[in-house]
């Protein structure tokens, strides 16, 4: 009998939400406020009774629908989309979220609620909701604006930032302390678990996926993608992280194999259906009665959430340098709140860490942002002018004055080289560093099960010891890594900081090759003594940390020649993951036609094909680019693999990069034609 109600509670809730979705439909509104309301329709809170019987299995199939919606942002999301953000969008949408963010606690505080309850508050603020924006901008057929794309690039950071307050929020939730000694230690435990977890993903999970791709079952793959998704949340819960970061960063990881589009073709029904449900157990939570006792503060929150998100966006898109007219126009389309914070909403009333009436009261906020949203854009323009019109001319021209400045600032922007081998150094540092801290936990974590499983007997020393002697070897290449890469960057702080000054004849006397061994020196000591501190706890005797120490010293030594192949392959392999997470085609493509790269950058364009692309399931050699425009295609990043000077039989798929070679009337050409 149990099987039967848990099919009939299934039964209702999908024909239920069918029924809801459909009615938003033809009103034109997102299907998510169609899953609430039917999760308000089925109760238990809604009179005369619940709809369904098992409420625990509803929620617990709940919690599966939040893992495969987050899975499924994973695997929308990539690292090149970030990069192609820019630094407008990443000012714009800083400075958007943390307004919010204050916004929203200071509100909190001020309706009397408790500090935790105000955190939940601004969190639930500060994200726009996606899947509004876009359903919105492509009814008014402006995908392709200006307003448009920046948005869009202000909404992929959000999501990242997204993920990281449930983390945190969730980690503030089961600590005793809430003060910004908490939140700071949160978040570098976000940090270094994200790290951790996306070079580890990178360097094995697209391999595998190809592997069993091999087999060219569309089950299986379905099935191993399925397994990855959910043991990705369970590793981050198991960490104490929330299960939506775990399954958000499987579903970016997997986002970098060659098998996505088979993947994401097969995930989407259970996406749909589980996420269906999250969303109708979502709106189960919802309590009439405390929607109308809390009717002010949510007509407050909601204008708050209008005016706040519209004018904090529009000060931080003018900030980062838009015009007055562009950055009124972002700041409307941002003014509404959606799944995300529905999600952190959820977070805090399942877990018991804010009070019951802050989720209904976010549904409701949600909700009624939403219906505003589409008015709010389509009627930026008329808006704007009224605004204008009233604004004191020395305001205007005040904001004229910054707005010339930004441009000019923006013309004379040179890129510095420096800059960019600044960037690479930091992050082979930041990934190098993170996986020692990995395998130095790791290693605590084995030997205390040896502990438990040896017990204390003089096979525990001769076990512990042989450890972490071996381990000493063996990180002996990430050591001379890490120094490497510490060592360029101290040195070309250095001598940038000695040639900005007058007279600079230190420079001059200045042996670098001497001051680079010193440093390696210095580094290769620091790491081994960090190494041997962390062994202290589990090798008592003086004797064996002073042998681990003569080992470490003698094979540096010895062994330089196998370290720096070592180190080598350890290079390339974190290339290769890099090369993964960012796809740089261009570059990969130029590096593997020639040398001197330089010749070739300003002749050169990438172009994504989009899935609506005509030339899509095409050959080359048929769309005929050299032919028609005078461009070639000199490299092509498919499915995650690079193909320099690609074969004229060589079929073209959805989300290729084309790198395509010619003067800009060329490429032009060849872009309208592709497009």
């Avoid at 503060?297 to 959430?305: H, Q, W």
């Avoid at 960090?530 to 003086?542: D, E, M, N």
């Avoid at 990969?588 to 399931?617: C, H, P, R, W």
Wanted: hydrophobic share 55%.
């Amino acid at each position: 009998m149990i099987g039967t109600y848990l099919l009939q509670d299934i039964a209702i809730v999908m024909a239920i939400a069918a029924a809801m979705t459909l009615l938003c439909h033809r009103l034109k509104q997102p299907a998510v406020i169609g899953y609430l309301l039917a999760g308000l329709i089925i109760g238990p809170h809604t009179p005369p009774f619940a709809l369904v019987q098992d409420l625990g299995s509803i929620h617990t199939m709940a919690e599966l629908g939040l893992v495969f919606l987050m899975f499924a942002l994973g695997l929308e999301f990539n690292l090149p989309k970030l990069r192609k953000v820019g630094l407008r969008a990443a000012l714009a949408a800083t400075l958007e979220i943390l307004g919010m963010l204050w916004i929203g606690f200071e509100l909190g505080q001020f309706f009397g609620w408790s500090r935790m309850d105000s955190i939940f508050l601004g969190a639930i603020l500060s994200i726009s909701s996606t899947t509004i924006i876009i359903k919105v901008f492509m009814d008014l057929n402006m995908m392709k604006a200006e307003v448009a794309q920046t948005v869009f690039g202000i909404l992929i950071l959000e999501d990242i930032v997204a993920v990281a307050i449930l983390s945190i929020l969730s980690g503030l939730g089961y600590q005793t302390g809430n003060g910004p000694a908490t939140a700071i230690s949160a978040l570098l435990k976000v940090g270094f678990f994200v790290v951790l977890f996306l070079t580890l993903g990178l360097m094995i999970v697209p391999r595998f996926l190809q592997w069993v791709g091999r087999f060219k079952n569309r089950e299986a793959m379905g099935i191993v993608t399925l397994g990855l998704c959910l043991g990705g949340a369970l590793l981050a819960a198991r960490f104490g992280f929330s299960i939506a970061l775990g399954a958000f960063l499987t579903g970016a990881i997997i986002a970098a194999s060659k098998e996505i589009f088979q993947i994401e073709e097969w995930i989407g029904p259970i996406r749909d259906m589980f996420s269906a449900l999250f969303f109708v157990s979502a709106g189960m939570l919802i309590e009439p009665r405390m929607l109308w006792d809390y009717r002010w503060p949510i007509l407050a929150v909601t204008l708050a959430t209008l005016l706040g998100k519209a004018a904090s966006g529009a000060i931080g898109s003018f900030l980062a340098g838009h015009d007055l007219k562009t950055s009124f126009k972002i700041g409307v389309s941002l003014a509404q709140i959606g799944e995300f914070s529905f999600v952190i909403a959820s977070l805090g009333a399942t877990h018991k860490i804010t009070s019951p009436f802050l989720y209904p009261l976010a549904i409701a906020v949600s909700s009624l942002t939403a219906l505003f949203t589409p008015y709010l854009i389509r009627n930026a323009e008329p808006l704007v002018e009224n605004l204008m019109k009233i604004m004191p001319a020395r305001v205007q021209s005040g904001l004229e004055c910054y707005q010339a400045w930004v441009d000019k600032l923006q013309r004379e922007k040179i890129s510095s080289p420096e800059t960019a081998i600044l960037s690479r150094y930091l992050i082979r540092l930041i990934v190098y560093g993170t996986a020692l801290l990995g395998i130095l936990f790791g290693l605590q974590i084995v030997s205390k099960a040896l502990e438990i499983s040896i017990g204390p007997e003089g096979s525990l020393v001769v076990a512990l010891f042989a450890l972490w002697l071996a381990s000493a070897v063996l990180l002996l290449p990430l050591f001379a890594a890490i120094s490497k890469y510490a060592n360029h960057l101290i040195l070309l702080l250095v001598t940038r900081g000695l040639a900005a000054r007058e007279p600079s004849r230190i420079l001059k006397y200045l042996d670098i090759r001497l001051f680079y061994n010193i440093l390696h020196l210095i580094t290769m000591c620091l790491l081994g003594l960090i190494l041997l501190l962390i062994s202290a706890s589990f090798l008592t005797s003086l004797y064996q940390l002073m042998a681990v120490a003569l080992v470490m010293t003698v094979s540096t030594y010895l062994m330089r020649s196998p370290i720096e192949r070592a180190k080598e392959r350890l290079e390339k392999l974190l290339d290769e993951i890099l090369g993964l997470a960012t796809s740089e085609p261009t570059r990969q493509a130029i590096l593997m036609m020639a040398g001197e790269k330089s010749l070739f950058y300003d002749l050169t364009e990438q172009v994504v094909l989009s899935k609506n692309s005509s030339v899509v399931g095409k050959t080359i050699k048929a769309i005929g680019v050299r032919e028609k425009t005078g461009a070639s295609i000199v490299a092509i990043y498919s499915q995650g693999t690079h193909i320099a000077n690609p074969e004229a039989d060589l079929e073209l798929l959805p989300n290729d990069v084309l790198v395509l070679l010619g003067n800009a009337e060329q490429r032009q050409k060849a872009k309208e034609l592709l497009g």
